[in-house]
């Protein structure tokens, strides 16, 4: 059973860095593509960030390109979110995600989801 758990999310001032982890059980994270989506209410959840596989592939929205880094550590089979000069308009809930294939799926056609971690940017 595939499980992924979300962790790192808190209260923080506009500016300030974050990093989430996600703990993945039951897959590899070398094995297939794993993305960071957030969500905020009564919006729809939007990728944040991605990973191919082999770690080659890369995807970062533009509001975060250069602030936020995407990354595994395939020993502990974690991914993670490096977050630098967070915003207010960052706040979100932030959910980890896997894929079923080894490439970056379009959209939100990820297999597996987190419970999601609340990330609150105050001003």
């Known amino acids: 059973q595939v499980r992924l758990v979300e962790s790192g999310g808190g209260l923080v001032q506009a500016g300030d860095s974050l990093t989430l982890s996600c703990e993945v059980a039951?897959?590899?994270?070398?094995?297939?593509?794993m993305g960071w989506f957030r969500q905020t209410p009564g919006k729809e959840r939007e990728l944040v960030a991605s990973i191919t596989w082999s770690g080659n592939g890369l995807f970062y929205r533009d509001s975060v390109k250069g602030r936020f880094t995407i990354d595994r550590d395939i020993e502990k089979n974690a991914l993670h979110l490096q977050m630098n000069n967070l915003k207010t308009e960052d706040t979100a809930v932030y959910y980890c995600?896997?894929?079923?294939?080894?490439?970056?799926?379009?959209?939100?056609?990820?297999?597996?989801w987190g419970q999601g971690t609340q990330v609150t940017v105050s001003s």
């Open positions: 995600a896997a894929a079923g294939t080894r490439f970056i799926p379009a959209g939100n056609r990820y297999d597996h």
């Open positions: 039951g897959m590899p994270v070398s094995g297939y593509a």
